[in-house]
């Protein structure tokens, strides 16, 4: 709690400090007893009190001073410090003067001089009672706004979970949908026509039964993917690794499928290591995912480049194609779950537009960084980059 103040203020200096006097004895040590000898300087000595963060609880003075009167001072107060209580010393004031410091000043008490001790200390003593009671009911409603906007924080947070939800269940079965419909149809072809199909025709039904099931496996892996994340499951375990061997493994399962679409896959490094701290598993996953994506969006016959290089502090990989690169609105967009982008898959792949927003989880989960840097039409890079010991 900050520290709490009272501020006396008397232009006869044998009132003021005997009034402070008697505060310091029974209030001295849970409060600072400030005084002033006229309105002016009790105004400076006010703002100071609350540039040092303490809350003056309760300001007692005069009613007739030379220059500001009394009143004046508590009305002023009064506005810039409302919660702050007021007691006015009066000897000769007119009634109308205590109205006016009652309706204006949010006059708590006034006591009349000459006072006695102990009344005065019962005044001052309930003041501050009053006062304390009043910052606990406004902690109090603060700390119950608080927790109203966290409950409506959370309210929001549940409706746009069972929005995501909703959305995520109708992805999923309409892409689950696609490929369950090829699978029987090409299984009651095969019933029907069982005994007329030759060798090669049942390979090539037995061919799209597997595309169709690797097509439902992926979305399926990755929705695990996607819950293993976000539930806070997936385990990390970062070491010194070499990049190298994991780049050219995956380079010599993907040269074959990107021949397949006439793309020419080229590995690009100039090092015998690139050692840098990863988990390998996320790193195989976030570079499959990259490699698959830049084939699958490259035009036939177009190149696609992964490269490997090293700086004095990290080892980046890049991943190229020229393709039809990004729009603005993809780029903002592009890590996000569930989003579309404009750019298709140039050989009727599918895509379930979670790849990405994967890869920037378990890249965020390595303590690395990824990037994009692409133009409308001139191709998209994806740029991964991992942190020397």
Not at 51 to 56: H, I, Y
Not at 69 to 75: A, C, I, Q
Not at 115 to 140: C, H, N, P, S
Not at 370 to 384: D, Q, Y
Request: hydrophobic share 40%.
């Amino acid at each position: 709690m900050k520290q709490m103040a009272i501020l006396c203020v008397d232009d006869e200096p044998t009132i003021l400090y005997g009034l402070k006097e008697q505060l310091l004895d029974q209030f001295g040590q849970q409060y600072l007893i400030e005084i002033a000898e006229n309105g002016e300087e009790a105004l400076e000595v006010f703002k100071e009190l609350q540039a040092d963060n303490c809350d003056v609880a309760l300001v007692i003075s005069d009613c007739i001073m030379p220059g500001m009167p009394g009143d004046e001072l508590l009305k002023y107060i009064h506005q810039v410090a409302p919660n702050t209580l007021n007691i006015l010393l009066t000897g000769q004031s007119s009634t109308q003067v205590l109205v006016n410091a009652i309706k204006h000043a949010g006059l708590y008490r006034y006591v009349a001089k000459p006072w006695q001790k102990e009344d005065l200390i019962l005044t001052v003593a309930e003041a501050l009672k009053a006062y304390l009671k009043d910052r606990q009911l406004e902690e109090q409603n603060r700390l119950l706004q608080q927790q109203a906007i966290q409950l409506q924080e959370k309210n929001l947070r549940l409706l746009s979970l069972d929005q995501e939800k909703n959305e995520f269940l109708g992805i999923a079965a309409h892409d689950l949908k696609n490929p369950l419909a090829g699978i029987l149809g090409v299984a009651e072809l095969i019933q029907e026509d069982i005994g007329e199909l030759s060798k090669n025709e049942l390979l090539e039904y037995a061919g799209k039964i597997e595309r169709a099931a690797k097509q439902m496996f992926g979305l399926i892996t990755n929705l695990l993917d996607v819950n293993k994340i976000e539930s806070g499951n997936m385990k990390v375990s970062l070491q010194l690794t070499d990049l190298l061997p994991i780049v050219q493994q995956l380079f010599s399962e993907y040269y074959i499928r990107a021949a397949t679409k006439q793309i020419d896959l080229k590995l690009v490094y100039d090092q015998n290591r690139y050692p840098a701290i990863f988990d390998c598993a996320l790193v195989y996953q976030v570079l499959d995912n990259l490699i698959s994506n830049a084939i699958k969006y490259s035009p036939l016959g177009k190149p696609v480049w992964v490269r490997l290089y090293q700086t004095e502090q990290h080892v980046l990989c890049e991943v190229q194609n020229e393709g039809l690169g990004f729009s603005p609105s993809d780029l903002q967009k592009l890590f996000h779950k569930f989003n579309r982008l404009s750019a298709k898959p140039t050989g009727g792949e599918h895509s379930t537009g979670l790849g990405l927003f994967i890869v920037k989880k378990l890249i965020d989960a390595m303590a690395a960084q990824i990037w994009c840097e692409s133009e409308p039409g001139l191709g998209a890079k994806f740029v991964v980059k991992f942190a020397m010991p």
